[in-house]
């Protein structure tokens, strides 16, 4: 039983004769026969019962169609996954990232690479990147996604691209109602600012107030100072909409504040769909600038 030979009772079973079947896909009726005659033959039964024109599947060419269709499924997975293997495309992609940048950027991201590259299986980690490295280290991921706002955290971190930060509130909070605003001012209420452990402690990164909320994603943060807890320091990516929209105001201030590079560690080995995810988030870096 060889493929193309199912492949012809399929199509002549669809198209209802082996005059139609033979149309459709360009080849004469006798080479479309020969291949049923010959299934029908290596499996010792009627597919078929023929009189005339008239054309009928039998009781077991009926009980034997959707298996038909599941080795000409299976068949055609192996295919792909050979050639995906010979094009150094990955069968299984592990990745680990943060949240700085918008949810559905990811998600859109996903749905994406799985309609380029079908058959690879891909699995997303959602982690703070202070835990980054170990990740990659112990290879329970083979890439891994983060805006690194911490000094050293991983060394061997590649750039992407810069990402700019935000100061923002909620447009209830009172440093909403400010022309600009100071260090002083800023130290007057409470900051929600990123948390990570650090040698099993609990460590905020509040740069300009004592009093803090800590939360270890960003989009927490968001959401706390939409709500007017207080107010943040985030990646502008995930804050442009909500400061569109009017969720949130962009505060007006005269301090330095440093641009964090929206960084990437990989593993080893990686193939096509790594790349190209690579050069997709690239891609939108450079678009939200």
């Given amino acids: 039983m060889r493929t193309e030979q199912v492949q012809a009772f399929v199509e002549v079973t669809e198209h209802g004769s082996f005059a139609a079947a033979a149309r459709q896909l360009g080849i004469k009726r006798s080479t479309l026969s020969a291949a049923v005659h010959a299934l029908e033959d290596s499996l010792g039964v009627a597919l078929f019962e023929r009189s005339g024109n008239s054309l009928q599947l039998t009781a077991v060419g009926e009980s034997v169609l959707p298996d038909c269709y599941r080795f000409l499924t299976s068949a055609s997975r192996i295919k792909k996954h050979c050639h995906q293997h ?34 690879t299986a891909i699995s997303v980690y959602l982690v703070p990147p202070q835990e980054h490295g170990q990740f990659i280290l112990r290879q329970t991921v083979d890439i891994a996604f983060g805006l690194y706002t911490a000094e050293g955290v991983i060394t061997n971190a590649a750039n992407l691209a810069p990402v700019g930060m935000r100061l923002v509130a909620s ?18 209420y409470t900051q929600v600012c990123l948390t990570h452990i650090q040698e099993d402690r609990l460590v905020s990164e509040a740069l300009f107030s004592a009093n803090y909320l800590g939360f270890t994603m960003f989009e927490v943060i968001r959401d706390a100072v939409i709500n007017a807890t207080g107010w943040a320091l985030l990646p502008h990516p995930l804050v442009k909409k909500a400061i569109d929209e009017g969720r949130l105001c962009a505060l007006n201030h005269d301090l330095a504040l440093d641009s964090h590079y929206y960084r990437y560690v990989e593993g080893d080995n990686l193939g096509v769909v790594a790349t190209t995810l690579l050069n997709k988030v690239a891609h939108f870096l450079g678009d939200t600038r």
């Avoid at 990232?97 to 690479?113: I, N, S, T």
């Avoid at 447009?171 to 007057?188: C, F, G, K, T, Y």
Wanted: net charge negative.
């Fill in 86 to 119: 010979l094009q150094g495309v990955e069968n299984q992609l592990c990745i680990a990232r943060d949240d700085a940048l918008p949810e559905v950027f990811w998600r859109q991201l996903m749905h994406d690479l799985k309609q380029q590259f079908p058959l």
């Fill in 171 to 188: 447009p209830q909070h009172p440093l909403s109602r400010l022309p600009s605003v100071n260090r002083d001012d800023l130290a007057q």
